[in-house]
């Protein structure tokens, strides 16, 4: 199964505001409010940081944000801190044969 | 608060079958809602959704790996376990155990262990 499509990288300075997105489709991102965020930092498991589009687990910053429209999921890191260098992964739920896809994964950088 | 912990050879070698374990601490798996769930990351690579298996109920699986999956769950000894079987070098990967709250939010993780395949 094809992964959704994220961009490989994106990069801020810090203060600034970046947005990841995270394109599937009508079977899965368009289909469902079951998408869900986590960052990785280097050498660690992933974290997750949003879940149902755009709920925020316990002690998740607010500077972390989710949204939806159509087939595209995206992320919203607002007041970029270097801290928030990582790489950022989406995932669904997907109605068919796979039950949870992943994104490509989007290595974020930090100016 | 769960707590997940990842255990099992890093060496398999080629054809052979990966095996490993995941134990559960902070809670009961008789008495969770979770499902508890496989995710696997080749090296410098993305995630890969494995299967997830609720207790008591249905195991899913990704398609790509059906036929060589199984994922069980012994909730007497909070753990589950993972067996691959006929690996070659691309089931070389880091591979995590985690619980799985409600399709796909992988709310809880372990520290992940790198299995490689190689002679």
């Known amino acids: 199964q094809s992964a959704l499509t994220q961009p490989d990288s994106v990069s801020g300075s810090p203060g600034q505001s970046i947005t990841i997105t995270c394109t599937g489709t009508g079977s899965d991102v368009g289909g469902f409010n079951y998408v869900s965020w986590y960052q990785q930092l280097p050498d660690k498991a992933p974290k997750l940081i949003i879940y149902d589009v755009t709920s925020r687990p316990s002690g998740v910053s607010v500077r972390f944000s989710g949204s939806k429209s159509g087939n595209t999921a995206s992320l919203t890191i607002s007041g970029l801190q270097a801290e928030d260098e990582a790489d950022y992964y989406c995932?669904?739920?997907?109605?068919?044969?796979?039950?949870?896809?992943f994104g490509e994964g989007t290595k974020l950088t930090v100016l | 608060q769960l707590q997940l912990q990842e255990s099992g050879p890093g060496l398999v070698k080629p054809s052979e079958t990966l095996s490993l374990s995941c134990s559960v601490s902070?809670?009961?798996?008789?008495?969770?809602?979770?499902?508890w769930a496989w995710i696997r990351q080749p090296p410098g690579k993305g995630l890969e959704w494995l299967g997830s298996?609720?207790?008591?109920?249905?195991?899913y699986y990704n398609p790509s790996l059906k036929s060589r999956l199984t994922i069980s769950v012994d909730a007497s000894k909070n753990e589950f376990f993972l067996s691959l079987t006929s690996v070659t070098a691309a089931d070389t990967a880091i591979y995590y155990c985690?619980?799985?709250?409600?399709?796909?939010?992988?709310?809880?993780w372990g520290q992940g262990i790198l299995v490689t395949v190689s002679s």
């Open positions: 995932s669904s739920y997907r109605s068919y044969k796979t039950l949870v896809i």
């Open positions: 985690a619980t799985d709250y409600n399709k796909g939010e992988f709310d809880h």
């Open positions: 298996q609720s207790y008591g109920a249905s195991t």
């Open positions: 902070g809670d009961s798996m008789t008495s969770s809602s979770y499902s």
